[in-house]
């Protein structure tokens, strides 16, 4: 509605007035005006100086809230490696919603049913290896043994001696240093667990958001591209899961059935440390041989031939057929992007990275290649 005026304020009046003519039903605010000319100079310029601001106001964004973005992205990642068996819900008949809460009901109970059934026999274990702990201190003090002779080789109990005596702060500190550590894990994992939920309940809104971000004649080009690249984000992060979980229950078998302690606890760092690429796997095979070189020389060299066919196994018969067919990305291409999601983010950039050059590798030959094979 037009507003009162002074003389002096015409020309506001007049297009007032031809605002209140542009108005309809249809468009309450009116049709958009002409797009301004790209080519003149002063909207080069000020494109060029919004751009370098924006970059840079981004980038101080993006390092002041690093740790609640990579909250997010773990939790969006987790929410593509569920939205197949959601989808697969809703094909068969479910409610979105009622889909969501029954994947995520039974993706949590597993968890806290495998944490319950854990939790007894890894606490005993714990406790057993607090109390034999001054055992294996003496058995490293006995030149006779096995694990004396490498102390006395290596002299492992000095350096273990200097490490601790390196270590500054007071006990109290330090055990309330850990205490904050251990808050500030449980209430991520509670965060991400809640932002999962969002995402996996919300995914076709997401969906929709992103793709209205591309321009009308590259939308459905970008469509296809777009599921494809979920699709395979998905497919790694669900069948890693899956061969980490296998990994982990197949150590605790064969540890088990050769007595070597520790066997729940081994195994569920096994079943951790394999969801890393390439160097995960090994560090549990380490750390695995060496608790059992604690058994006897021969159970330790079987635990080590053992870990290096199921490697093998692993790499060249699980991973393709369970993940393969989805990501597919060369040897070197994982090394790097592993070396450098590692160098950036840590643990999370390790996980992260290989999803991630699957699906840079599917642009670059989908949109990037054809582009400069026309040039």
């Keep these: 509605m037009a507003q009162p005026h002074d003389d002096d304020e015409g020309p506001v009046a007049a297009a007032e007035l031809q605002a209140a003519e542009m108005a309809s039903p249809e468009r309450p605010l009116g049709a958009p005006g002409k797009r301004f000319d790209r080519r003149s100079p002063f909207f080069i310029g000020l494109a060029g100086s919004a751009g370098v601001a924006v970059t840079y106001g981004a980038v101080q964004l993006a390092a002041s809230l690093s740790s609640i973005l990579i909250l997010i992205g773990v939790a969006f990642f987790l929410a593509l490696g569920l939205e197949p068996v959601v989808s697969w819900c809703v094909n068969h008949g479910l409610r979105r919603w009622l889909a969501t809460v029954l994947v995520f009901v039974v993706f949590l109970a597993g968890i806290a049913g495998f944490i319950a059934a854990a939790i007894p026999p890894l606490f005993a274990q714990l406790t057993e290896l607090v109390t034999l702990a001054p055992q294996y201190l003496q058995q490293a003090q006995d030149n006779s043994s096995f694990i004396g002779r490498v102390n006395e080789r290596l002299h492992l109990q000095q350096r273990i001696t200097e490490a601790v005596d390196r270590v500054d702060g007071s ?97 569920i760092m096994v079943a951790i440390l394999d969801l890393v690429p390439i160097v995960g796997s090994t560090i549990a095979g380490v750390i695995v041989g060496a608790v059992a070189l604690t058994v006897s020389l021969p159970i330790c060299i079987a635990t080590i031939v053992f870990y290096v066919v199921f490697q093998l196994i692993e790499d060249y018969a699980l991973v393709p057929k369970i993940i393969g067919r989805a990501v597919h990305v060369p040897a070197l291409t994982t090394l790097v992007a592993v070396l450098i999601g590692g160098s950036l983010l840590g643990v999370v950039g390790a996980l992260v990275a290989i999803p991630i050059a699957a699906a840079v590798q599917l642009i670059v030959e989908e949109v990037l290649y054809p582009r400069l094979d026309t040039v």
């Design 171 to 267: 006990m109290m500190n330090q055990v309330l240093s850990a205490g904050t550590a251990v808050l500030g894990a449980v209430a991520d994992t509670l965060i991400t667990i809640v932002l999962t939920l969002y995402f996996l309940a919300d995914m076709p809104r997401i969906r929709t958001t992103l793709y209205r971000l591309v321009p009308h004649t590259r939308r459905p080009r970008a469509i296809l591209i777009g599921d494809e690249v979920f699709a395979k984000v998905g497919a790694y992060v669900l069948g890693n899961v899956l061969i980490s979980l296998l990994a982990g229950a197949v150590t605790l078998i064969w540890l088990t059935a050769f007595d070597v302690p520790y066997a729940l606890l081994l195994a």
